[in-house]
């Protein structure tokens, strides 16, 4: 009876160690799969990041264009308004500088 009863405490025994074996393998595997899975995030959240900054800086950058362009019209535009109103008003200021020169010759004269 004895013998019967180790032997039964034996066979609980390695059955416990072998399912203590397989739930240790289990765990590995499963610690395994958790690092990979997050080792895939962060390779998809720093892909993710990466085009969003890239988005971003297209972005500004056509922002940035676009706000050059329309500066540039603008000073286009009233630089051809003063050419404009200088040219009208360019008889006139000749009209003066002549007077204003042969004034400047009589008297020296």
Do not use: C, P
Request: without cysteine.
């Amino acid at each position: 009876m004895k013998t019967e009863v180790l032997k039964n405490i034996r066979t609980i025994e390695d059955e416990y160690r072998s399912t203590i074996s397989s739930v240790q393998a289990e765990r590995k595997r499963s610690i395994s799969n958790a690092e990979l899975e997050a080792d895939n995030l962060i390779m998809k959240a720093t892909s993710d990041a990466e085009e969003y900054k890239k988005k971003r800086l297209a972005d500004a950058r056509q922002q940035a264009e676009a706000k050059h362009a329309e500066i540039t019209r603008d000073g286009d535009r009233r630089a051809a308004e003063l050419r404009e109103k200088g040219s009208k008003n360019l008889n006139k200021a000749v009209e003066l500088l002549v007077s204003r020169f042969k004034e400047r010759l009589h008297v020296k004269a």
